[in-house]
């Protein structure tokens, strides 16, 4: 569906590194595991779809949604919601979706998205209604719909939606989200926002990008608290190939382009596909660079510079060196950015690592001890991370191809 997903396979397995480093120390914590009952009846199995990247966001209320598959359940997959006293169920496959019909799936993405009013934020695909698909909200026990196929899409003449996905959430409830749009004969994709209520298109497949040439692809986009919107796009046309936009108030602003030079030296290659941002006008992502000091980064970018957080060959926590990350780094509301991480030489060969203005720490890594007395065997096949308020960080694990290690989802936090 969204052209710019293709940037995923390219830079999963690019590498990097990370700068000096704290000795802070993180406990970790069960979210959810495979086996363990899943509110109205059968057990969880599984996190992701087709080795998917899995991604349970958190709020500050140590609230973490995510999606699971089910055994011998009434559904064989849902939407979940964790808190400290408990899972609740937000949707699972049969139940009634809003304007008619049930839900039977949730996706090609099965990433939500959650505010820390607790509301979480869903794709899923309906049958036997009068959509096959839509942009959900679960709050307080009642599900909303954002946008659904079939229906019009501002700002598109004559602009129907087709395909739905990739929700992102601010705390004052505007919704981002990815769309393909029917126009005739032909299909556009577009990124939207719900803002009060209203839907508006934010770019959308041919409208002119800032730089020059057309938009003709977008990656999941984020959202901030003031409702400006960051993604990756893939430009066509005689400027750069594809950039980091973000827009405000309307106004569409390229961040970072491809060609554009690096604190690192060299120039900008390509862009992760999703990016992270917060509220201070942050975002944070990972670039393929040319001709600099390293092949690739992780960055963010400031109202008025680009800062490197990682890069290839920098030192990580406790010896070795980076060797390969996840396809997207995480960062909160302090400007804290996690990423997973292989290493050489070093005492993990995979981990979790939380980057803060105190220095680099390790959240999680292979081999360290899990609630339960199981150990963290490996990370899934593409590692990514959420990081939430007060550094803590949640993750998937996986066990090995012989069986040995959990799987599950798990939070790890600074020890206090």
Not at 75 to 90: M, N
Not at 224 to 233: H, I, K, P, Q, Y
Not at 386 to 405: K, L, S, Y
Request: aromatic share 6%.
């Amino acid at each position: 569906m969204i052209a710019a997903r293709s940037l995923l396979a390219t830079v999963c397995a690019v590498l990097i590194g990370v700068p000096p480093l704290s000795a802070q120390a993180f406990t970790i914590r069960s979210v959810v595991e495979a086996g363990q009952p899943a509110p109205g009846g059968g057990n969880f199995e599984h996190f992701s779809i087709e080795s998917l990247p899995i991604m349970a966001p958190l709020n500050g209320k140590r609230q973490v949604a995510f999606f699971a598959t089910i055994l011998r359940g009434p559904g064989s997959e849902g939407i979940f919601l964790a808190s400290p006293s408990g899972i609740a169920r937000v949707a699972v496959e049969g139940d009634r979706a809003p304007g008619g019909g049930t839900i039977s799936g949730f996706g090609r993405h099965p990433i939500p998205a959650i505010n820390d009013a607790g509301t979480v934020a869903f794709a899923a695909a309906i049958t036997s209604g009068k959509t096959v698909e839509g942009i959900f909200t679960a709050s307080r026990g009642r599900l909303q719909a954002v946008a659904v196929a079939g229906g019009a899409a501002p700002g598109i003449l004559s602009g129907t939606f087709a395909n739905l996905d990739a929700p992102a959430l601010n705390d004052r409830g505007d919704l981002a989200f990815l769309a393909t749009v029917r126009r005739g004969r032909e299909t556009v994709e577009a990124v939207y926002v719900r803002a009060r209520g209203k839907l508006a298109k934010i770019a959308a497949q041919g409208d002119p990008a800032p730089a020059g040439g057309l938009f003709a692809g977008f990656g999941p986009p984020a959202i901030d608290a003031t409702g400006a919107v960051a993604f990756v796009a893939v430009v066509e046309g005689r400027a750069v190939p594809g950039g980091i936009f973000r827009v405000r108030d309307g106004q569409t602003k390229m961040l970072v382009g491809a060609g554009d030079d690096t604190p690192l030296g060299g120039i900008y290659l390509k862009f992760s596909e999703r990016v992270a941002v917060n509220d201070a006008g942050l975002v944070a992502f990972h670039a393929v660079l040319k001709n600099a000091s390293a092949p690739a980064a992780i960055l963010v970018a400031e109202p008025s510079r680009v800062r490197k957080i990682a890069a290839i060959g920098d030192p990580a926590p406790g010896g070795g060196s980076l060797s390969h990350f996840g396809p997207w780094p995480a960062m909160n509301a302090q400007g804290t950015v996690a990423f997973a991480a292989s290493v050489d030489a070093g005492p993990s060969p995979v981990a979790v690592f939380v980057t803060s203005a105190a220095g680099t720490a390790t959240a999680a890594a292979i081999g360290d001890s899990l609630p339960g007395g199981k150990t963290l065997a490996t990370l899934t096949l593409y590692p990514v991370v959420a990081v939430g308020p007060g550094d803590a960080v949640t993750f998937a694990a996986a066990p090995t191809p012989t069986g040995e290690g959990a799987e599950g989802i798990y939070l790890a936090a600074p020890s206090r």
